[in-house]
Nanobody, 127 residues
Framework: HVQLAESGGGAVQAGASLKLSCVAS????????LGWFRHSPGKDFEFVAS????????YYADSVKGRFTISRDNSLNTFYLQMDSLNPDDTAVYFC????????????????????WGPGTRVTVSS
């Protein structure tokens, strides 16, 4: 069983950067699709980024493309979300997820396809 834990959230000014980490325990993440999602009040749960289990292809929501970068370090069983040029619309609770079984698309942007989740870390961006 995989357990995930996010860290790195905080309160920053617009234009700042944050790097979120997601540490896994219990299983090695190298066989999982990894993803980041976010949720803010009044909005739907939103896909942010994902990384394929083989080849390391990465995918991003249009709203974060060019500003956010997902990466992984298999030796640390950890993956990351580097967030640059943050703006108030990025304010949300960010969740990391891991999907072991089949994803219906390469992007794997359906949160129902992720079996494992962290508890979330809050990011607040003020203008």
């Amino acid at each position: 069983h995989v357990q995930l834990a996010e860290s790195g959230g905080g309160a920053v000014q617009a234009g700042a950067s944050l790097k979120l980490s997601c540490v896994a325990s219990g299983r090695n993440l190298s066989s999982y699709v990894l993803g980041w999602f976010r949720h803010s009040p009044g909005k739907d749960f939103e896909f942010v980024a994902s990384m394929a289990r083989i080849g390391g292809n990465t995918y991003y929501a249009d709203s974060v493309k060019g500003r956010f970068t997902i990466s992984r370090d298999n030796s640390l069983n950890t993956f990351y979300l580097q967030m640059d040029s943050l703006n108030p619309d990025d304010t949300a609770v960010y969740f990391c997820g891991a999907a072991y079984y089949f994803c219906s698309t390469d992007v794997c942007d359906d949160r129902k396809e992720y079996e494992h989740w962290g508890p979330g870390t809050r990011v607040t961006v003020s203008s």
